[in-house]
């Protein structure tokens, strides 16, 4: 049976392109949602992009009727912009304020209650990726929903992890030590594994044996981790994971590694090791690029006194602290005379890196959960030749207003890439800051 969904402004500013997402069935946008839109469209960050859009696509459909009226789209379903559709009463009687959220709460509600009185009423779904709103339809006695096309995954336990365990016979934790592979049809399993997923094989009878694999790229063998358990510029992996990830951001062969992980698991501590190795040590590339999200990406940062690089520092200081860290620094101030004096390496805000071409890099986006789809894409279409990228944050820990642990950038791209050759994906689990993080990061 085909329905009728009601956009919230919240959707369209999320997905321009969430108008084809209902297939045969008709999507009603209200008068008020046109409002919102246009007060948006001349913002300079991707919300206003958004806006724009939205705005270029609803101009084309005029094209084909009035909006009004209800147009019809390429898959079947139809298109209608309601102007008002009865009245605000219902909804005022039950919140009194008038507010767009109201008002758009008003169209939905009365074309529920307009389709129970018909012979075969057709349901009605306000779609909002607005909590609060979809609770004030839900006490309305309304279907609502959150926006879920965008979707990678269902949930932050269904998004890859980059590594798995394996109950085996001993016999075959055996053939590995002796052949230093195995094919990874001879584990017998009913899924498969993924190029650079790490496998961890234990003894199904129970003894302490083990080994710890990586896919090949492409995802026949099994073969022994490339890199000893040594230090990186003074860090050593502390659990499996944190070894896993050395392995994916010292390989040159892998250009883009992500790494996901509660706040205290070592992701920005382990990638700036690595790209100094890399870039200080090894020469393998010219730079190490630094750069962060000032959330929400776009954000005119103007407002705060004194030059850029002042301006920055406050979105910026987790990096320093981790350089800090890793340059042994005594004094305040010092990490800027190194900095300074290296030349290889750069702390940039991620609205002055869209646009330009970057070879020969190694770069490293923090808080990559912060963006969104089209902005990792533009961010990643940007590495040059010969250029390394590692997209890492917590997919739970997320500031942007639209973005969720199974809707953003980071979470997008690691599932789009878990079956590319070129990608390597680890999460790592275990905190290592100290004691109270690890305990502060499970219970809050």
């Not at 992009?49 to 609803?58: I, T």
């Not at 979809?134 to 995954?153: C, E, F, H, N, P």
């Not at 022994?224 to 860090?235: F, M, Q, R, T």
Request: net charge negative; with cysteine; charged share 25%.
């Amino acid at each position: 049976m085909k329905k009728i969904f009601v956009l919230d402004t919240n959707v369209l500013l999320h997905d321009p392109n969430a108008i084809f997402a209902f297939e045969e069935h008709e999507v009603v946008i209200p008068a008020i949602v046109l409002e919102e839109i246009d007060s948006k469209k001349r913002n300079a960050d991707e919300i206003g992009r958004n806006a724009r859009g939205v705005s270029r696509l609803l101009d084309g459909f005029r094209e084909k009727g009035h909006l009004h009226n209800g147009v019809l789209l390429d898959h079947g379903g139809s298109l209608k912009v309601e102007l008002n559709h009865r009245s605000f009463v219902r909804v005022q009687e039950m919140f009194g304020e008038i507010t767009n959220d109201n008002r758009i709460l008003a169209v939905a509600l009365n074309y529920h209650f307009e389709q129970q009185e018909l012979e075969s009423p057709r349901p009605v779904v306000l779609v909002s990726k607005d909590v609060l709103v979809r609770i004030k339809a839900d006490v309305l006695g309304m279907t609502a929903q959150d926006y879920l096309s965008d979707r990678t995954a269902a949930g932050p336990s269904d998004i890859y992890g980059g590594y798995c365990s394996i109950k085996v016979h001993p016999s075959i934790i055996d053939q590995f030590y002796t052949y230093r592979y195995l094919l990874v049809n001879a584990l017998g399993l009913n899924c498969s594994l993924y190029p650079h997923e790490f496998v961890i094989l234990k003894d199904e009878m129970g003894s302490g044996k083990s080994a710890l694999l990586k896919v090949t790229e492409d995802a026949s063998r099994l073969e022994p981790l490339y890199l000893s358990n040594e230090p990186v510029w003074g860090i050593n992996a502390r659990n499996a994971q944190q070894r896993m990830a050395l392995e994916l951001l010292l390989n040159d062969e892998i250009p883009l590694v992500t790494i996901t992980g509660k706040a205290g698991t070592g992701k920005t501590l382990l990638a700036l090791a690595a790209g100094l190795l890399k870039v200080e040590d090894e020469h393998k590339y010219k730079k190490l690029l630094i750069a962060r999200p000032v959330v929400p990406m776009g954000k005119d940062i103007g407002y705060l006194p004194g030059e850029k690089e002042e301006k920055l520092r406050p979105w910026m200081q987790p990096i320093y602290d981790n350089l800090e860290f890793l340059f042994d620094t005594k004094k305040s101030g010092d990490i800027d005379k190194i900095l300074m004096g290296l030349g290889s390496i750069q702390v940039e805000a991620l609205t002055y890196i869209r646009g330009r071409s970057i070879p020969a890099q190694f770069i490293i986006v923090d808080e990559a959960q912060n963006l969104s789809r089209h902005e990792v894409k533009t961010i990643v279409s940007r590495v040059g030749e010969g250029s390394k990228i590692i997209l890492m944050g917590d997919p739970e820990q997320i500031d942007h207003p639209y973005l969720d642990a199974a809707s953003n950038g980071l979470t997008y791209i690691v599932e789009r890439f878990k079956n590319q050759g070129i990608s390597g994906h680890i999460t790592l689990e275990k905190g290592e800051r100290s004691k109270l993080a690890q305990i502060a990061a499970d219970l809050l």
